[in-house]
């Protein structure tokens, strides 16, 4: 998916400065402040975690930090919420499967 | 309207439900009163384990090992997982002198057939990676298990109902009386009117207010039970924890034991257990302040602040609900089972505090092998309601 660069009504995409965030193990570059799911979803990810019992994908749904849907592990913390959450230089992010885990520790 | 029974139990929480369940299975026809909702008292509002390690030798472990074993024929009997799982329990050993007595509590332990050794900090490490660098040793037992008990009310109150038993809820006990023929008439708050030669008390906290209605002494006091819920989480090692402190200020009333204003205060202790549902629940104050089940700030902090000290990794983790029970708490320590002297017809099932999930199944069996009168098991004897009886 991609950013709307001219919005009807808030105008031109402003400048910002980038940082750049590793997704699954891949950098991609995001708008510095941003959330997590507006990076992600800009970067075309299709989901950002699958559920406990049938596996089944999920992403962003309600957008304001209540239905943690959007969960992922980040710097290693499980369930985060990235759709409320700001991206940060360097910062590791990963698909949650299920309730995730501690980073290979447990 | 005048319903009549066979037996009428006081009580729909998870030890009345399991009475209700075996008398209705030994062809009783038993009605069970209850005065609040589903699982709206202690059973809905505690943890979920059948706990070995917590037990001193004596008729408390002896029971919870045949409770265990009831459990686990109730899987194939309600046809349900019962959210049961083993993953074990491990007590957590922080100075020298714990060491020593659970030590000497583990070999009681050990020398009357539960399965639990002292671990050292290595082990222990292995087993429960996060915790605090503090701990320096811990016990495991490979026994200690849990149930939902929320699947395990729905499973007595699901086969139970094929047996012919049937739940009044919402539906409290106002009065008790005799009548002419011998049976008990007993009166509900909506106006219904309840007959039957017999009476289970199964009302836990408030067994002792149904006992005051037909003239018999029961002293069971509430201890409030306050329990926070985290979100759903990996798992955080492989097993339940609880604190040697509070079982060390439990076993030895001779030793004088460093406590925190909070576990001074409160009687707060170590409990975490992972559910079913990937929740932990993490606990446990135990609060003397009468029948007041709202949890506190200041309760929901200590409990917070106590599980950052064994497991600081939990820093990163939410908690999302809180809840309290009221432990129906005995002098002794043990329940009452059994029928009252000179009260025929009346029994009373009830004072578990902390131990009402795990010993529920055993409960209930045993009430109504006592009331189809079967071979006296003297074992029981010990838990004689009459031991609080005055004359």
Redesign the interface.
């Known amino acids: 998916m991609q950013r709307i660069l001219d919005h009807p009504i808030l105008g031109p995409l402003p400048e910002e400065e980038k940082v750049v965030i590793m997704v699954d193990g891949e950098p991609v570059e995001a708008r510095k402040g941003e959330m997590i799911a507006a990076a992600l979803i800009a970067a075309g990810k299709p989901y950002f975690r699958k559920t406990?019992k049938r596996h089944e994908p999920r992403s962003i749904f309600c957008g304001i930090g209540r239905c943690?849907d959007c969960v992922m592990t980040v710097n290693g913390?499980?369930?985060v919420r990235t759709c409320v959450t700001a991206v940060e230089d360097g910062m590791v992010i990963e698909t949650q499967l299920?309730?995730?885990?501690?980073g290979g520790?447990? | 309207m005048t319903n009549s029974a066979d037996v009428l139990v006081i009580g729909g929480g998870i030890i009345g439900l399991s009475c209700g369940y075996y008398l209705s299975k030994r062809g009783k026809r038993a009605f069970v009163l209850d005065k609040g909702g589903f699982a709206d008292g202690a059973s809905g509002a505690c943890d979920d384990m059948i706990l070995f390690q917590s037990k001193k030798p004596g008729i408390n472990l002896e029971l919870t090992f045949e409770s265990l074993e009831l459990y686990k024929s109730l899987l194939t009997e309600m046809e349900d997982d019962l959210g049961f799982a083993n993953l074990g329990g491990m007590v957590l050993i922080e100075n020298q002198q714990e060491l020593e007595i659970m030590e000497e509590f583990v070999a009681q332990q050990r020398s009357y057939g539960l399965d639990v050794e002292v671990i050292d900090k290595r082990e222990m490490l292995k087993k429960q990676p996060f915790l605090s660098d503090h701990i320096i040793a811990s016990t495991y037992s490979k026994m200690d298990s849990q149930v939902d008990p929320f699947s395990v009310m729905r499973g007595f109150e699901r086969k139970g109902a094929l047996y012919g038993m049937k739940v009044f809820r919402r539906n409290g006990v106002v009065g008790i009386e005799r009548l002419g023929t011998g049976d008990f008439q007993v009166a509900t708050e909506d106006g219904n009117l309840y007959q039957a030669p017999i009476i289970v008390n199964a009302g836990g906290t408030w067994a002792g207010q149904i006992g005051t209605m037909v003239g018999a002494n029961i002293p069971i006091t509430p201890k409030r039970g306050q329990i926070i819920v985290t979100e759903r989480v990996p798992p955080i090692g492989e097993t339940n924890l609880w604190s040697a402190k509070y079982l060390v200020t439990k076993l030895r009333s001779d030793v004088v034991v460093d406590l925190n204003e909070d576990e001074r205060t409160m009687g707060l202790s170590l409990a975490f257990s992972r559910s079913s549902g990937d929740t932990y629940l993490v606990g446990s104050t135990r609060e003397f302040v009468g029948f007041d089940k709202n949890t506190t700030i200041g309760g929901i902090r200590a409990i917070i602040n106590q599980t950052l000290k064994y497991l600081p990794k939990l820093r990163d983790i939410n908690f999302i609900r809180a809840m309290a029970g009221l432990r129906p708490s005995t002098p002794d320590g043990k329940m009452l089972l059994g029928e009252h002297a000179g009260i025929e017809g009346f029994y009373t099932a009830a004072g578990h505090e902390g131990d009402g999930i795990a010993l529920a199944p055993i409960t209930g069996k045993l009430l109504a092998s006592i009331v189809c009168q079967d071979q006296v098991d003297h074992r029981l004897d010990e838990l004689s309601p009459n031991r609080f009886a005055t004359d």
């Not at chain 1, 299920?98 to 501690?102: A, H, L, N, Q, Y």
């Open positions: 406990v943690t913390i499980p369930n299920g309730s995730g885990d501690w520790k447990r």
